[in-house]
């Protein structure tokens, strides 16, 4: 059985401060994609990650991924409260079809 | 450019009824997929389709039944509603490409089953 894995699941820190957020799956992939999910909105693309060492970055926010290791990471440097969000992961295992990640609910506190 | 259409944006239903939820596509995408969103659970793939007259099951497509006839359209089809239906719905169509896939989603609907 597949599985997409993120931790943590929730999240609170203050603006200004760094963090990371971790994405496991559990078979081998090379594509790996982060959406951002606003309360009661659809979901939006924020990176794709094609192949082992692939880094992204957007603003605040880095993304990494290491096949060998079937680990992506969101790293957020100096959080805003734009921020706030659910972040979620998915992995690309057949083709066209998504297997998503639990998401990762972001609260950055003034 | 309309993107991913669904309809309706809410709905509720009793137990035992039945329902259509819609989607259209203008962009020419081949593929197209259901997923439902719970809480605490991420999104999680119903059905899909690669093509007009070519759908296939994902994770969870007990309850659930869907046709493509046309290219722009993929409706998803509740036989007999489950509380356990209730749920967001999102619809998404999506092409590949040498970047990997380029995935549009709705703006999903959200179903309560009472």
């Known amino acids: 059985e597949l599985k997409v894995e993120q931790n943590p699941l929730f999240l609170s820190m203050q603006e200004g401060k760094n963090y990371t957020i971790y994405c496991n799956y559990s078979?081998?992939?090379?594509?790996l994609y982060w959406y951002r999910q606003d309360p009661g909105k659809s979901l939006e693309s924020l990176f794709v990650?094609?192949?082992?060492?692939a880094v992204k970055q957007e603003g605040r926010l880095m993304a990494s991924l290491d096949t060998k290791a079937r680990l992506s990471t969101l790293h957020i440097t100096a959080a805003v409260h734009d921020l706030s969000a659910t972040y979620f992961c998915?992995?690309?295992?057949?083709?066209?079809?998504?297997?998503f990640g639990t998401g990762t609910s972001l609260t950055v506190i003034p | 450019n309309a993107g991913v259409t669904q309809t309706p944006k809410f709905q509720v239903l009793k137990t035992g009824q039945s329902m259509t939820l819609q989607c259209a596509q203008d962009?020419?995408?081949?593929?197209m997929s259901w997923y439902r969103q719970d809480p605490g659970m991420g999104l999680r793939l119903i059905h899909y389709?690669?093509?007009?007259?070519?759908?296939d099951q994902g994770e969870v497509p007990n309850g659930y039944n869907v046709s493509r006839s046309t290219t722009e359209d993929f409706p998803l089809r509740l036989l007999s509603a489950a509380p356990s239906q209730t749920s967001v719905y999102f619809c998404?169509?999506?092409?590949?490409?040498?970047?990997?896939?380029?995935?549009?989603f709705g703006s999903g609907t959200r179903l309560t089953v009472v």
């Open positions: 998915a992995v690309d295992i057949l083709g066209n079809q998504f297997y």
């Open positions: 998404a169509s999506s092409y590949s490409t040498s970047s990997g896939y380029g995935y549009t």
């Open positions: 078979t081998t992939s090379d594509r």
């Open positions: 389709s690669v093509g007009a007259g070519i759908t």
């Open positions: 990650l094609l192949s082992n060492g």
């Open positions: 962009m020419n995408h081949e593929y």
